[in-house]
């Protein structure tokens, strides 16, 4: 792996703002973001890039290469919940192996939104049509992890009403606020993005280096109990990642040959969902283990991917 570019994801400061947040926990320190805060830069980071994805896809023509990256977002999230249920079904229960399963086929917004901050960051441009393939990505995996749990649970009783489960997916507020914010930017007028791009564009990296450090006091805090369930979930949430990103980033070559396009697609085959999925699952499939699948995607896999993933992927798609 390329040194350089290792040494520079880790010393970006929205990143040392998460290691902050995680250290914060470690001294016991009483460092938080106020949830209302949280809440607030969260919609405000999902607002931004779906509104400038809009934008991006209004100056883009509507080709087969997006139609094909499209396609394979959706494939990718109905393949992979499917492979990993039945790898994980070797040490966990129907109920975890589906949630995190699910997890692991859906998309992290964040890590997309860090992604993102990592190619403005490397001046590399990406089409708009990847932050529409995020938002399908969210929903065919949750409903993939659900149908699973109930094909193969004991307790039959335990169906779940599909048109609820797909009301709930597609209603879900990051995936509405992604879409929406989407559809507005393909609408607004060049003049009309320009008014409100201080707020859109100049702020993002502030903003994003406060979220990332509320992600590194969440994740400080749910480290400890989550190495107490050994050794398995740890090595699932590390190796899988890296492995589903860079099978994608090699791949992605059949599909585009702009490199922030690949590398964006690898990024979403690699990410766990830590907002959506558990949503869902609380409300579906009570009996699987928050405890369980919220560490894996927000304490392991997300710093896995921001710190090694990246770099990794990007020296892929760059040589191939």
Request: cysteine-free; overall charge neutral.
């Amino acid at each position: 792996m390329d040194l350089h570019l290792l040494i520079d994801n880790l010393t970006n400061p929205a990143l040392l703002f998460f290691f902050l947040g995680i250290i914060a926990v470690q001294l016991k320190s009483d460092l938080q973001i106020p949830p209302n805060s949280s809440k607030f830069i969260s919609i405000y980071l999902l607002f931004s890039i779906g509104f400038k994805g809009g934008q991006e896809l209004a100056h883009s023509p509507l080709d087969a290469e997006v139609f094909q990256t499209l396609f394979f977002g959706v494939f990718l999230a109905l393949a992979v919940p499917v492979l990993a249920f039945f790898v994980l079904r070797r040490k966990f229960s129907v109920e975890n192996s589906g949630a995190v399963a699910a997890a692991y086929g859906s998309v992290s917004a964040v890590t997309f939104i860090t992604a993102v901050s990592y190619l403005d960051l490397h001046d590399i441009a990406f089409g708009g049509h990847m932050v529409a393939t995020m938002a399908l990505m969210e929903a065919p995996s949750i409903i993939i992890g659900v149908l699973l749990i109930s094909w193969f649970s004991k307790d039959k009783k335990e169906g779940v009403p599909f048109l609820s489960l797909l009301k709930h997916s597609l209603t879900n507020g990051s995936v509405l606020l992604i879409m929406g914010s989407l559809l507005i930017g393909f609408i607004a007028s060049d003049a009309q993005a320009a008014g409100i791009k201080p707020f859109t564009t100049d702020i993002f990296k502030g903003f994003l280096a406060i979220f990332l450090l509320d992600m590194g006091i969440s994740s400080g805090q749910k480290l400890r109990s989550f190495f107490k369930k050994g050794w398995f979930p740890f090595a699932f949430a590390v190796i899988v990642p890296l492995i589903n990103g860079s099978i994608v980033a090699f791949v992605s070559s059949g599909l585009s040959d702009e490199i922030g396009n690949r590398f964006l697609l690898s990024i979403l085959a690699a990410g766990a969902s830590y907002i959506a999925v558990p949503a869902a699952m609380r409300l579906v499939v009570p009996k699987a283990n928050p405890s369980l699948y919220i560490p894996m995607a927000l304490a392991i896999t997300f710093p896995v991917n921001i710190t090694i993933g990246m770099p990794l992927y990007f020296l892929i798609v760059q040589s191939t």
